[in-house]
């Protein structure tokens, strides 16, 4: 089961009062709704692959209406072939229209919502619930990004659902793509909000639990990477240090004693870092020579090497 599907079947027991279920039911016909016309008239048409969306339209049009529907199941003869439930409203369609502002000021159906229908921010919620249940997708938290979309099929549609969602700020964009037009959000924080939103308490806590563990996984890795770039670095210095100490060594007889207790602790300890010589340095001479010191000390050497390397001809 994908996440967006366990999310719409937490939703559908969801209790709210009959201006919310108006809200959600009005927002399901917008997005996943149509109009047929027939010998008796005019039908009201839902349809969706999901059974959790199917149940929660059917209850929704009982609790408030009172009607009875048809329910029709059919099998899609795409790649996938998912079971495709329709639900035909055929009583009170005229009523269903006006009551659930399916039709705008131009007459045309499926495009703006009346303001009455989200007066309310707790209707505000339901209509957002209603259109994620109706076309509504969010990628699993275990996937290396943060999408969350709502198709819809028409530019109006789409800006209807952004400018609810940016009501409770949460940055929703309206972009085309090859079925219409999709109301979506990308960051992490603002899809645990509209989960916060809708009502899917138990999918949001999913979903913070799965960012928090791989942010989590990513911060170690982070640390490992990083711990693992530093020894290759102090590797690094380490073999050219002595390197400058071979040529040193092999054409200079008198050395400082600072140059000489450094090159002591590099060639007892090849692979230690400066921090590690530092500690080093208290076991084998009468004081402890700081990081800092040591650095000083190794410049100096290789400022040597290459002066000595130049003048023996040796570049």
Do not use: W
């Not at 919502?113 to 707790?122: L, M, P, S």
């Amino acid at each position: 089961m994908s996440f967006s599907t366990e999310i719409k079947t937490e939703l559908q027991s969801l209790k709210q009062s009959d201006c919310c279920n108006r809200a959600e039911l009005s927002a399901l016909l917008h997005i996943g709704g149509s109009i047929e016309k027939n010998s008796q008239g005019l039908s009201l048409v839902f349809q969706s692959t999901n059974n959790a969306v199917i149940r929660r339209f059917m209850v929704l049009s009982k609790a408030l209406y009172g009607i009875e529907v048809t329910l029709i199941k059919k099998q899609s003869m795409k790649l996938r072939k998912h079971d495709i439930f329709i639900v035909k409203m055929d009583e009170q369609v005229d009523y269903l229209i006006s009551d659930l502002s399916l039709l705008n000021a131009s007459a045309i159906f499926f495009q703006d919502v009346e303001e009455r229908i989200i007066e309310k921010e707790c209707c505000k919620r339901a209509y957002l619930r209603g259109a994620f249940l109706a076309t509504g997708s969010i990628n699993s938290p275990e996937t290396s990004s943060y999408h969350l979309e709502i198709q819809a099929f028409s530019e109006a549609q789409a800006k209807v659902i952004q400018e609810i969602a940016n009501y409770f700020g949460l940055n929703a964009k309206v972009t085309e793509n090859r079925r219409g037009h999709i109301a979506y959000i990308k960051e992490a924080e603002r899809i645990a909000d509209f989960l916060r939103v809708i009502g899917a308490n138990n999918s949001l806590f999913q979903f913070e639990d799965s960012r928090i563990k791989r942010d989590f996984k990513n911060s170690i890795n982070r640390v490992i990477n990083c711990d693992i770039a530093n020894e290759k670095k102090a590797l690094d210095a380490a073999e050219k240090q002595l390197e400058h100490i071979d040529i040193i060594e092999k054409y200079h007889k008198n050395i400082s004693k600072s140059m000489t207790e450094a090159i002591f602790l590099r060639k007892t300890y090849p692979d230690s870092s400066l921090l590690e010589l530092s500690y080093a340095s208290l076991e084998h001479f009468d004081h402890q020579i700081s990081k800092s010191a040591l650095n000083h000390r190794f410049r100096a050497i290789k400022d040597l090497a290459n002066k000595t390397m130049i003048e023996e001809g040796l570049q």
